[in-house]
């Protein structure tokens, strides 16, 4: 009688895509602290430990409505997931600096760790508070991880360093009222920890850089990352609650959107990334992109795909407008777009980093600014804009932003943009780590999109209690190896030595992640194939 209640239970848990997900997270903790363990490693077990009890907290509030916003609908909270991304990336980066020497970026991604694991015992706190009855067990949990967290960071952590990871969760508490306000059923509870936890600790190194301006040191490329991460954000929080008294798609809104833009943009945004870099910022990039003719012919060569990328959209159009106005874009043709992405991001990894690092951050800029305009509705181009990107909607875009693309742009972008460059003087890592700027284009523009097709044309045998099926995660697993080796024949900087069996674990670890999470995959996936290739 036993053996069958424990056969039943073990067969519950398999058709339990979020038990699976968290089983799959576990593992890769697990894996991490295999390769690294010091002081902060039992602070994160027991966080990923509490984070897998108020994950199941969080879920009955979303079920029951309970919660105080409104999240993404037909998703999990995707709370432990979205708890150990921060850490483990504060860890992986500090085992690295470590080995290279460099004290000042070993404490900054210690920082980095603690931040994300207060973040994340924050949203648990929150859980905790709302839920009724109160749940004693989860609290004795999250009581347990607290304290072992809070202990740990006040022995590895000057009174400066607490101050900042302060300062960053203040920020975050105020930003995350304003975002999830303006933006209903935009993220799940999980994806807001990774977007807003990120946002907040760009704005606090912002503020606290600029503070500092004329002792301000370092690449001007990282600058103009978090001038314009924090720019575009401001912008849109303005319009948002200017166009709370306003009526956004008139004529002359629309006049005062672009004139303000402007404003905005050259009246407070050039002028404080020309303080930080002490250079006038727009020739400080045109010098940027004409440095060498290499980066002319990439530029070209970006456009070029960029007038692919419209037509396809345009000629998708053409054909709902012929067939019918519900007709959608199929998975298939949504993959062009990814397919696009790693013919943009695989010659600039290849040929110069540094160029394609400054490049997506204008691209982010630019998409920012166009879902503005969608959004809003602004003259001319607004309702148009609404019109030729609602064919390419999924359930994921269930809020009133399109973020698909931009996630898309993030998720490929983001291991570049995360590279510990000042640990590596000889410009990539060894072993696995040489693949860690390519974590994006492998997780996202093969894995996922390889997945995707073969998975809805071919695939006959699905993953317990998801949409996913096995043939479809076993090509996406063969895809990447494959890309790799292609890496490896193309790319000179990129010698594995011998880690090939880590590599090809990893892969298969984030695919498997990829079949039972019900999270935005072009966020996530990337940042843990990130920390799996930075150790």
Known sequence: MNTAVREVNAAIMLTNPVLVESLVVFSIVLCVHSVIWNQLSWCAITLAIQAFYVQHKWDRLL??????????????SGILPACMVM?????????????????FFERFSLVVTATGMALALFLSLIALGITRPVPTNTC??????????????KQILTVSEVIEVLEVLLIFVYLSLILLYL??????????LIIVGGISFVINQLIKRSLNASEAKGDPVNYFLLVAVVGSLLLGIFFSLLF???????????????????????????PWLALLIHRHPIMWLLDFMLHSQTRIYLLGYWVFLAALASVIVLHQNSKRSSMSKKHQASTLVRKYFHLIVVATYVPGLIYDRQFLHVASVGCLVVFMLLEYVRYFRIRPTGQLLRQLLTLFLDERDSGPLILTHIYLLLGVSLPIWLFPGPC????????????????????????DTVASVFGSTLGE?????????????????????????????????????TSYSWIVGSITL????????SQIDNLMLPLYLFVLLMI
């Not at 933006?183 to 807001?192: K, M």
């Not at 008294?245 to 006049?255: A, G, I, K, N, P």
């Not at 949409?467 to 063969?478: C, L, M, P, Q, R």
């Open 183 to 192: 933006l209903p059923r935009c993220f799940t509870p999980g994806e807001a």
């Open 63 to 76: 079920k029951s409505g309970g919660a105080v916003f409104q999240f993404r609908p037909s998703a999990n």
């Open 140 to 153: 004795v949990i999250s009581g347990i991880a607290s304290s072992a967290v809070l202990y740990t960071i």
């Open 461 to 497: 045998i699905r993953w317990p209690g998801t949409k996913k099926t096995v043939e479809g995660t076993a090509t996406s697993i063969f895809a990447q190896i494959i890309a790799v080796a292609l890496l490896l024949i193309f790319d000179g900087t990129v010698n594995l030595n």
């Open 244 to 270: 709370c008294f306003l009526e956004s798609e008139t004529w002359v809104s629309s006049l005062f959107f672009h004139m303000m833009t402007a404003v905005l943009g050259l009246g407070i945004i050039l």
């Open 510 to 517: 984030v695919s498997l992640l990829e079949a039972y999470t």
């Open 87 to 103: 850490p483990l990336i504060g860890m992986a980066v500090k085992e690295r600096c470590q080995d290279s020497g460099n004290v």
């Open 424 to 447: 590596t003087p000889k410009g990539t890592l060894p072993g696995a780590g040489a693949l860690v700027p390519y974590a994006g284009v492998l997780a996202v523009g093969v894995g």
